[in-house]
C-alpha cells in the first residue's frame, strides 16, 4: 500500500501564501460521543485553518451547542459535518434549529468520480492530497493531525478505484480514529459535489 500523503514532509507544508481574510469561512465537524475518540471542530478560511478545536466525552446536545457557538463567532458558508452514527443527530437538531447553512456528509457514499475512486471518502482525501502538493492550503503546527494524515494508507481495487484505508483498518492497525484529519476533510470537502473534486474549490 501506498500513504494517502507522500510523508509526514508533505504534511508539514504548513506556511502558504493563502491568507486572504476576506475569504468565507467553511467548518468541518467530525462527531463523537463517549469513549476514547474525539469530537473535532475544524474552522478555515480560504485556504487556511484557523481553528482546530478537540473535545470528548459529549453528548450530541452539547456538541450542538458547540457549533452554534461556532457559527455565531465565524458566521461560515457552510457547515459539513459527518453524519454516519451519532453525527446524524446533531445535523437533525442543527437544521431544527434553521441553520441552512449545515450539510450532512455520508463520506461512504458514492463517489463523484466513481471510476476513480472507491467511495466519497476517498475522492475527498485524493482531492486534500492535491491541495498539499499544490500548497494551496495552510495547517496549524499540530503533530496529532500531521501524524493522522501521514498515517492514512491508500490501495487500488480490483477496478483501479483508488480506495482510502477504512478506519476499522485503522483500529487494527492500533491507530486512533483520524479525528482531526476528517474534521479538516470535511472543512475542505465541496459544496455542492456535482463534479469530480479536483474542479472544486
Known sequence: MRRATKSASDARSLTQDARDRTQPVQ???DVARFGTDRTV???RQGNRVIALDQHQKL???RTTGLIVKAIAEYNPQAVRIDEIGVGAGVVDRLHE??????EGVNVGNRATDPEHFFNLRSELYDGLRARFEEQTIEIPH???LIG?????????TSRGQLKVEPKETMRRR???SPD??????LAFAPTPPATPYRLWT
Do not use: F, H, W
Open 27 to 29: 467548518i468541518g465537524v
Open 41 to 43: 471542530i475544524c474552522i
Open 59 to 61: 453528548d450530541t446536545m
Open 97 to 102: 434549529l434553521n441553520y441552512s447553512m449545515v
Open 142 to 144: 499540530d503533530e496529532d
Open 148 to 156: 493522522q494524515l501521514a498515517s492514512i494508507r491508500i490501495e487500488y
Open 174 to 176: 492500533s491507530l486512533p
Open 180 to 185: 482531526k484529519a476528517d474534521a479538516l476533510l
